[in-house]
């Protein structure tokens, strides 16, 4: 009896489950099979369905493509960069909004707004502060100007100025959430282990060091990884900064390689593409073992 109300039971959860594994079979497993075939045939007519031969070539062919590496380092540069400075700072905003008493959710309705803004607006508005035009150089030039320093072109000037605005912007779009996510953590912590702390006559210092980084360490660890996959996929925001052509600009990143190699100015190389896709996969799989490796010594969970 007990084996068929089991049987009954493990029937009707996986029918449950079936909706959802058609979904991600259709839409999740089916795509990555065959961006992975496309990747290995050589020679691939997208018209006429064909291809002339199976090997590594697209990935050879990918690796030595100088935008494609110039692609890799802005992607890279732009997470080494963005990723621990916005956690960083989140942190920062999100313990003196949790030491406020009063207007505490007005500030944090201030600091959230820029994420349900839609990012290619910010992108213009970022564009048009740092952008040097005929009848003016620009709100952050005009500021460099009054404290003695020279204007900068940061939209269509040297590669450290591109990038400095692009990991600004970023910082920007990505930190709301993180706050949120950071206040709501800090919001959590039992509050006994700091009234015991205090009582022992623990430093506040310490308190954040040894109570509050490691029960809000899970939360941090969640953004972080996020916030790697979130920086691999850039491509809209540096179409917003620097217009569509970004290999022109020198900012193209790996997600805006493979958009190219399909529909760009270079459109038309599917086996392309889906090598690059492949390899991009690979890089954000890396990354996030890694960090799961680190996680098990560092993150502490209660």
Not at 18 to 23: D, E, G, S, T, V
Not at 38 to 48: P, V
Not at 115 to 132: P, S
Not at 260 to 266: E, R
Request: glycine content about 8%; charged content about 10%.
């Amino acid at each position: 009896m007990r084996k068929r109300i089991f049987r009954d039971n493990g029937f009707k959860g996986w029918l449950y489950l079936l909706p959802a594994i058609l979904f991600l079979g259709v839409f999740l497993v089916y795509p990555l099979i065959d961006v992975w075939i496309y990747s290995f045939e050589e020679g691939y007519n997208s018209a006429a369905q064909t291809y002339y031969g199976i090997g590594p070539y697209n990935y050879s062919y990918v690796l030595h493509d100088p935008y494609f590496l110039q692609a890799v380092k802005n992607t890279f540069v732009l997470v080494v960069i963005t990723v621990p400075l916005s956690t960083g700072i989140a942190l920062l905003i999100s313990l003196g909004l949790n030491s406020i008493g009063t207007l505490k959710g007005l500030f944090q309705t201030i600091y959230f707004l820029p994420y349900v803004t839609n990012t290619l607006a910010i992108g213009l508005v970022f564009m048009i502060l740092f952008k040097k035009t005929a009848y003016s150089d620009g709100m952050i030039n005009l500021l460099i100007h009054w404290f003695g320093g020279n204007s900068v072109d940061f939209i269509e000037g040297p590669y450290w100025a591109k990038m400095f605005v692009l990991c600004v912007y970023t910082i920007w779009v990505v930190m709301p959430f993180k706050i949120l996510i950071l206040t709501s953590a800090l919001a959590s912590v039992n509050q006994e282990y700091y009234n015991a702390a205090r009582v022992d006559g623990t430093s506040s210092f310490r308190i954040f060091i040894r109570i509050t980084l490691p029960m809000i360490s899970p939360m941090i660890f969640y953004l972080v990884i996020t916030g790697f996959i979130g920086a691999f996929k850039a491509y809209s925001d540096v179409v917003a900064l620097f217009g569509t052509n970004l290999n022109a600009a020198g900012m193209n990143t790996m997600v805006g390689y493979i958009y190219d190699m399909l529909y760009g100015d270079s459109g038309g190389y599917p086996s392309y593409a889906s090598a690059s896709a492949i390899l991009l996969f690979v890089i954000v799989l890396t990354v996030t073992c890694i960090n799961l490796l680190i996680s098990k010594r560092k993150i502490h969970y209660y």
